[in-house]
């Protein structure tokens, strides 16, 4: 089974608008880490927010919010407010805290932020 | 350096020749992974090499690939006997040892880009 699932290879916003991009994860280990990252058409990755399978609330970061579902395993990044600037390709990975530090990337999402 | 190093930036090759890629990772960072990258795809999985312990080797795809890394310190992919399809972006990543709570991010370096012609 795949550790993390994007089931969207593409997705389109409107500037100013907020967008979801969704993941899913699978693991049995209780202690794991939820990590997005934006690659850019540079290509470098940038690390863009975390959550902890122990936080109680949600994280945020700037823009960026995480809305974890830990029942449904899934754990969707909100860009709100999209800017042109936020047209990439974004990846969700996990990182399991007991077995190993191994990470997992899903397949990403291509982010097209239209004006 | 304050980042993930790694070089060469770019290179092209001949096919059937062997190539070295190396990585140079954050100073007191523990584990450190190589992911391939094919345009327009994801991240692939290649090595994942942690402190002084066995290395996970699972994701390399074949026997022409290989990779090193001595303690805590630079690594080096290397590619045998390279194919066309073995044209990609290879990009190194380096960590912190996660404590209980899984946290501490991977910096990844800005990768190599290779073509094998």
């Known amino acids: 089974a795949q550790k993390i699932t994007q089931t969207q290879p593409g997705m389109f916003v409107q500037e100013k608008e907020a967008v979801t991009l969704d993941c899913t994860y699978d693991?049995?280990?209780?202690?794991?880490?939820l990590f997005w990252y934006k690659q850019p058409s540079s290509g470098e990755m940038i690390f863009l927010i975390y959550?902890?399978?122990?936080?109680?609330q949600n994280a945020t970061e700037g823009r960026y919010s995480l809305n974890f579902q830990k029942a449904r395993k899934s754990a969707n990044l909100v860009i709100s407010a999209s800017q042109l600037g936020d047209s990439a390709m974004y990846f969700c990975a996990m990182r399991e805290g007991n077995t190993g530090n191994q990470f997992y990337f899903g397949t990403g999402t291509s982010l097209t932020v239209i004006p | 350096g304050a980042g993930v190093s790694q070089s060469p930036s770019n290179k092209v090759t001949e096919k059937g020749k062997d190539v070295e890629l190396r990585c140079d990772p954050i100073?007191?960072?523990?584990?450190l992974y190589w992911y391939r990258q094919r345009l327009g795809q994801g991240l692939e999985f290649l090595i994942y090499?942690?402190?002084?312990?066995?290395?996970?080797k699972s994701g390399l795809p074949s026997d022409r690939f290989s990779a090193e890394r001595t303690g805590e310190s630079v690594s080096t992919l290397t590619i045998q006997r390279t194919q066309q399809e073995d044209s990609a972006v290879y990009l190194c990543a380096s960590s912190s040892r996660g404590d209980r709570f899984s946290g501490n991010t991977i910096y990844f370096g800005e990768g190599s880009w290779l073509t094998v012609v």
């Open positions: 100073s007191g960072h523990t584990a």
């Open positions: 959550q902890g399978s122990y936080d109680q």
């Open positions: 090499f942690q402190g002084n312990s066995a290395p996970d």
């Open positions: 693991t049995s280990d209780p202690s794991y880490g």
